[in-house]
């Protein structure tokens, strides 16, 4: 006598359908995914709500230290990278599927709902969409954050080194002394006149420093710029 084979999908139809009726479960199945959405919306409430909140009451023995920072290393690494660490509200990006499960995930962990939230992004995700890598963060008191979920992807390798000019006035002028000189460099020998000379090589450095300086000043200013350690946390679009 050879037996029929076990059809798995059958056992669980049969399982199912004697613990439940079909009605049953798909009720079952739109509160829960009401339930979902209507959490989804009030997080992306909150994530947009101008709404000032105190610290958030954390259970520490169920956080993970590494993602801890204080106000000062945060500041410090807006300053390097220019970037900034501003109120949630302000950030014109999407916030992606995987920042509101961590965000309901540790809600349910430490019994809270999480207030105050905070990101950390290039200047320009704050006005449109952009593919760098933000970061979320909430308050946990005395200028301590807790990094709640980073997406996107990681900043140039080179960035650092490429706004390291807007850092300050001695970095800006140091620049535009070495790119003048640079410049300078790759002059060719003769094009102005027949002998060189080092008093030559100091006039053209002198003529690509102020054109570049001009340049730099009027992008500047006409564009309102200012330098990385006053924009780092400035809710303004022309800091």
């Known amino acids: 006598m050879i037996l029929p084979s076990t059809n798995i999908q059958k056992k669980l139809n049969k399982l199912r359908n004697k613990e439940s009726s079909g009605d049953a479960l798909l009720h079952e199945i739109r509160n829960y995914l009401a339930e979902v959405q209507k959490e989804d919306?009030?997080?992306?409430?909150?994530?947009?709500?101008?709404?000032?909140?105190?610290?958030?009451?954390?259970h520490f023995d169920l956080l993970d230290t590494d993602r801890i920072y204080h106000l000062e290393h945060i500041k410090k690494i807006c300053i390097d990278y220019?970037?900034?660490?501003l109120d949630s509200q302000y950030f014109k990006g999407e916030i992606p599927m995987?920042?509101?499960?961590?965000?309901?995930k540790?809600?349910?962990?430490?019994?809270?709902?999480?207030?105050?939230?905070?990101i950390m992004a290039p200047s320009k995700l704050f006005k449109l969409k952009d593919k760098d890598d933000p970061l979320l963060f909430v308050p946990m008191g005395?200028?301590?954050?807790?990094?709640?979920?980073?997406?996107?992807?990681?900043?140039?390798?080179?960035?650092?080194?490429?706004v390291w000019p807007f850092k300050g006035m001695v970095n800006l002028v140091l620049f535009t002394l070495l790119l003048s000189y640079v410049i300078t460099l790759l002059?060719?020998?003769?094009?102005?006149s027949k002998n060189n000379s080092t008093a030559e090589f100091w006039i053209i450095f002198f003529f690509m420093f102020k054109w570049i300086a001009?340049?730099?000043?009027?992008?500047?200013?006409?564009?309102?710029?200012?330098?990385n350690p006053a924009i780092w946390n400035s809710k303004y679009f022309n800091a």
């Open 187 to 192: 002059v060719p020998d003769g094009l102005f």
């Open 142 to 162: 005395n200028n301590y954050f807790y990094l709640v979920h980073q997406w996107g992807n990681d900043l140039h390798p080179l960035r650092k080194w490429l």
């Open 98 to 104: 995987d920042a509101l499960n961590e965000i309901k």
């Open 214 to 227: 001009a340049v730099v000043i009027f992008y500047g200013f006409a564009l309102g710029k200012n330098f």
């Open 82 to 85: 220019r970037l900034r660490f």
């Open 106 to 118: 540790l809600e349910a962990q430490h019994q809270i709902q999480l207030g105050g939230y905070k």
């Open 41 to 58: 919306k009030r997080i992306k409430n909150q994530l947009k709500s101008k709404m000032e909140t105190g610290p958030n009451l954390f």
